[in-house]
T-cell receptor, first 110, second 110 residues
Framework: EADIYQTPRYLVIGTGKKITLECSQT?????MYWYQQDPGMELHLIHY???????EKGDLSSESTVSRIRTEHFPLTLESARPSHTSQYLC?????????FGPGTRLTVL | QKEVEQDPGPLSVPEGAIVSLNCTYS??????FMWYRQYSRKGPELLMY????GNKEDGRFTAQVDKSSKYISLFIRDSQPSDSATYLC??????????FGPGTSLSVIP
């Protein structure tokens, strides 16, 4: 079982607030990912990192930003939350060809 | 055309039934094939992983890959109510990111 953690699990916040979604893993994986998933819809890659100080935008345009200062930590930040950001955000890390997912953060922006 | 297509369902079967879940893909460079299971409000968890054509069995689950037809399947034997979840196929080339299908929602009725 993979050890990858996300906090908070649920977040309800007002428009315009700055939020940071936390993701950490204790497996020493270099590759980490953020996905956005709406109910009943596919996963969309929004950011990824291949190691410390490496970050790239994914296939889906996103107004969020990420940082990778430590191997185990890959936070995602929204500077000004909007209702269109309401979604589930999933963090993952990779060992070999296998991705391991965290439990997700369900974000609701009012 | 999306790179990975999957019947969205929902699929509803009686307990004990054999379930067949299918994906097709267009990129012949895909070499690694995975099936993930996602329970409601949870992150996806890896169920099966294979990189060759043919069948791979793990308990009640069998993953089948046909690279010539660009078609993969997951079979669940003796389905249980605990198998009720969304099943995501996923695949990747040797160097690229994982591409996920949209998922098939399965309900196993007692």
């Amino acid at each position: 079982e993979a050890d990858i953690y996300q906090t908070p699990r649920y977040l309800v916040i007002g428009t315009g607030k700055k939020i940071t979604l936390e993701c950490s893993q204790t497996m020493g994986h270099d590759k980490m990912y953020w996905y956005q998933q709406d109910p009943g819809m596919e996963l969309h890659l929004i950011h990824y990192s291949y190691g410390v100080n490496s970050t790239e935008k994914g296939d889906l345009s996103s107004e969020s930003t990420v940082s990778r200062i430590r191997t185990e930590h890959f936070p995602l930040t929204l500077e000004s939350a909007r209702p269109s950001h309401t979604s589930q955000y999933l963090c993952a890390s990779t060992a070999g060809d296998t991705q391991y997912f965290g439990p997700g953060t369900r974000l609701t922006v009012l | 055309q999306k790179e990975v297509e999957q019947d969205p369902g929902p699929l509803s079967v009686p307990e004990g039934a054999i379930v067949s879940l299918n994906c097709t893909y267009s990129n012949s460079a895909f070499q690694y094939f995975m099936w993930y299971r996602q329970y409601s409000r949870k992150g996806p968890e890896l169920l099966m992983y294979t990189y060759s054509s043919g069948n791979k069995e793990d308990g009640r689950f069998t993953a089948q890959v046909d690279k010539s037809s660009k078609y993969i399947s997951l079979f669940i034997r003796d389905s249980q109510p605990s198998d009720s979840a969304t099943y995501l196929c996923a695949m990747k080339t040797s160097y690229d990111k994982v591409i996920f299908g949209p998922g098939t929602s399965l309900s196993v009725i007692p």
